[in-house]
């Protein structure tokens, strides 16, 4: 009782302090720039922080370190990919897009694709704005399957009781505050997250690295290996590509890009991208070690049993901490959580309100009008993602697949070549975003052979194969096109 009562006490302070970060930034949310990108206004330490922490989500806390407490250092492939598509993301495309950002006077990234090829018939912004919705609705489901199963485990509340309350605590500062809300808050809650990572395995490692090293040799010698799965199968090139494709993805993620746009100078970015790196590789580190630790608590102590790794993380809080310190670590959880749902609903509303409410319903719409919109958008959208989350079984790294894959193959080309190649055009660039997102689709109704390989690959290879060879077959992109791409890099040395 009195475990529950501290560990509840200490999530009651943590969300009052994310409320009152919601709350301050609300007063400083004036119009619908504020509300969707923080009158790009973000330092450094926030805009790397922030996009770290909404990337990484619930799996990272419950996710990967539920696959490394399966698959062992298999999970390094996986993990390895995502810190060399941070690092490639940053570098590649943060400061080109900030710029093309402000050449074009662009908020969304729908809205950016569409004046950046100069779209009259709106195709592209509505399309766009339609997988962001479709996709998002999944990524947001993920958080809120974590949020179910983090209370369900700490307060052993019913599964659906507990995706409620998850999702009540999300929605409540997103709605007000806005871009600012979600950026500082998810700067508080990224440097919980990777604290929390590194805190936990090293308090429960029995001995150093050398005896963990034993230990999982004793359980199974196939858990630290890089070629073999646990049943000493060669791991095939199809389940490496898979692994390591998903940092790919992170070229076509609108909740990551959102932060580039909104950095206050170009030359922030810089250093931002190092803070990035750094903390990838630091909180990636800690989950694959918390799963490897994890696994040797469970079978060491010989009573307890795991029938979820996604909770393995929980458990050793539970049962290694004072119950004052696991509530902050727990804390930790609904950070990671928050820091995606919150971006995720608000990337959502901004499509629902900027690209389809203002663009299709109402082109004279206030910047009032939109933000109000954006609002209930933000309730809508969780509604509907809640209703998905409501599946107690539910994977939150299976979820996040889903919708990571279809964001990198939609987005990732096209905006990657809309950003180096002013040859692209209007046509190709819709062609690419039709072909990568409905790839996603139809991929993963397949089976067996090369259609196990995880979708984001093929997506990305059609997607980019389609938008080079329809740019080459429809004509050269328009004058006025050309003029504003050559604006963009005048632009660029400038900011640089």
């Given at each position: 009782?009195e475990?529950?009562?501290?560990?509840?006490?200490?999530?009651?302070?943590?969300?009052?302090?994310?409320?009152?970060?919601?709350?301050?930034a609300?007063q400083r949310?004036?119009?619908?720039?504020?509300?969707?990108?923080g009158?790009?206004?973000l330092?450094?330490w926030p805009?790397?922080l922030?996009?770290?922490?909404?990337?990484?989500?619930g799996?990272?806390?419950?996710?990967?370190?539920g696959?490394a407490y399966?698959?062992g250092?298999?999970?390094?492939w996986?993990?390895?990919?995502?810190?060399l598509g941070t690092?490639a993301?940053?570098?590649?495309t943060?400061k080109?897009?900030?710029t093309?950002?402000?050449?074009?006077?662009?908020?969304?990234?729908?809205?950016f694709?569409?004046?950046?090829f100069n779209?009259?018939?709106?195709?592209i912004q509505?399309?766009?704005a339609f997988?962001?919705?479709?996709?998002?609705?999944?990524?947001?489901s993920?958080?809120?399957v974590?949020?179910?199963?983090?209370f369900?485990t700490?307060f052993g509340?019913d599964?659906?009781?507990?995706?409620?309350?998850?999702?009540?605590c999300?929605?409540?500062y997103?709605?007000?505050?806005?871009?600012?809300a979600?950026s500082?808050t998810?700067?508080?809650?990224?440097?919980?997250?990777?604290?929390?990572?590194l805190?936990?395995?090293?308090?429960?490692?029995n001995?150093?690295?050398?005896?963990l090293?034993?230990?999982l040799?004793d359980i199974?010698?196939?858990?630290l290996?890089?070629?073999?799965?646990?049943k000493?199968?060669?791991?095939?090139?199809?389940a490496?590509?898979?692994?390591?494709?998903?940092?790919?993805?992170y070229?076509?993620?609108?909740?990551?890009l959102?932060?580039?746009?909104?950095?206050?100078?170009?030359?922030?970015l810089t250093?931002?991208?190092?803070?990035?790196?750094?903390w990838?590789?630091?909180?990636?580190?800690?989950a694959?070690?918390?799963?490897?630790?994890?696994l040797?608590?469970v079978?060491?102590?010989g009573?307890?049993?795991?029938?979820?790794?996604e909770k393995?993380?929980m458990?050793l809080?539970?049962a290694?901490f004072?119950?004052v310190?696991?509530g902050i670590?727990?804390?930790?959880?609904?950070a990671?959580?928050m820091?995606?749902?919150d971006?995720?609903?608000?990337?959502s509303?901004?499509?629902l309100?900027?690209d389809f409410?203002k663009?299709?319903?109402?082109q004279e719409?206030?910047?009032?009008d939109?933000?109000?919109v954006?609002?209930?958008?933000?309730?809508l959208?969780?509604?509907?993602?809640?209703?998905?989350?409501m599946?107690?079984?539910?994977s939150?790294?299976g979820?996040?697949?889903?919708?990571w894959?279809?964001f990198g193959?939609?987005?990732?080309?096209v905006?990657?070549?809309?950003l180096?190649?002013?040859?692209m055009?209007r046509?190709?660039?819709?062609?690419?975003?039709?072909?990568?997102?409905l790839t996603?689709?139809?991929?993963?109704q397949?089976a067996?052979?090369?259609?196990?390989?995880?979708?984001i690959l093929?997506g990305?290879?059609f997607?980019t194969a389609?938008?080079?060879l329809?740019?080459f077959?429809?004509?050269e992109?328009e004058?006025?096109?050309k003029?504003?791409?050559?604006?963009f890099?005048?632009?660029?040395?400038e900011?640089?």
């Amino acid at each position: 009782m009195e475990n529950s009562f501290a560990i509840t006490t200490t999530f009651i302070i943590y969300l009052i302090m994310m409320l009152a970060i919601g709350v301050f930034a609300y007063q400083r949310t004036k119009n619908s720039a504020d509300y969707f990108l923080g009158g790009r206004s973000l330092g450094p330490w926030p805009a790397a922080l922030s996009a770290g922490a909404s990337d990484m989500s619930g799996w990272l806390l419950l996710g990967l370190p539920g696959y490394a407490y399966a698959a062992g250092i298999e999970a390094f492939w996986l993990a390895g990919g995502l810190l060399l598509g941070t690092w490639a993301n940053w570098l590649i495309t943060a400061k080109r897009l900030r710029t093309y950002s402000i050449t074009t006077d662009s908020l969304t990234l729908p809205e950016f694709l569409s004046r950046r090829f100069n779209d009259k018939s709106k195709l592209i912004q509505t399309i766009s704005a339609f997988f962001i919705l479709l996709f998002f609705l999944f990524y947001t489901s993920s958080g809120l399957v974590a949020g179910g199963k983090l209370f369900e485990t700490v307060f052993g509340l019913d599964y659906t009781t507990a995706v409620i309350i998850g999702t009540i605590c999300v929605v409540s500062y997103t709605l007000f505050g806005g871009f600012l809300a979600v950026s500082w808050t998810d700067l508080v809650q990224g440097l919980l997250m990777s604290a929390a990572l590194l805190i936990v395995p090293i308090t429960a490692m029995n001995g150093g690295f050398s005896q963990l090293d034993s230990d999982l040799s004793d359980i199974n010698p196939q858990l630290l290996t890089l070629w073999n799965d646990v049943k000493g199968q060669p791991l095939s090139i199809i389940a490496i590509l898979s692994l390591v494709g998903w940092g790919f993805g992170y070229f076509g993620q609108p909740h990551i890009l959102a932060r580039f746009k909104a950095a206050r100078s170009n030359k922030d970015l810089t250093t931002a991208r190092w803070i990035a790196v750094i903390w990838t590789a630091l909180s990636m580190c800690g989950a694959m070690l918390v799963g490897l630790v994890g696994l040797v608590y469970v079978t060491n102590s010989g009573t307890m049993q795991l029938d979820d790794g996604e909770k393995i993380f929980m458990l050793l809080v539970n049962a290694i901490f004072h119950p004052v310190i696991a509530g902050i670590l727990l804390a930790a959880i609904l950070a990671a959580i928050m820091s995606t749902a919150d971006s995720q609903l608000l990337v959502s509303s901004s499509a629902l309100a900027e690209d389809f409410y203002k663009q299709v319903f109402k082109q004279e719409a206030s910047s009032e009008d939109v933000v109000r919109v954006g609002r209930l958008a933000v309730i809508l959208i969780s509604i509907v993602a809640l209703i998905l989350a409501m599946t107690p079984d539910s994977s939150v790294l299976g979820l996040v697949s889903y919708a990571w894959a279809g964001f990198g193959a939609a987005f990732g080309p096209v905006l990657v070549l809309s950003l180096y190649w002013s040859r692209m055009n209007r046509n190709g660039a819709l062609a690419g975003i039709l072909v990568g997102g409905l790839t996603i689709v139809i991929w993963k109704q397949l089976a067996g052979g090369w259609f196990d390989v995880y979708e984001i690959l093929p997506g990305i290879i059609f997607s980019t194969a389609a938008i080079v060879l329809v740019s080459f077959l429809t004509g050269e992109p328009e004058e006025t096109v050309k003029a504003q791409h050559v604006s963009f890099k005048k632009q660029l040395v400038e900011l640089n």
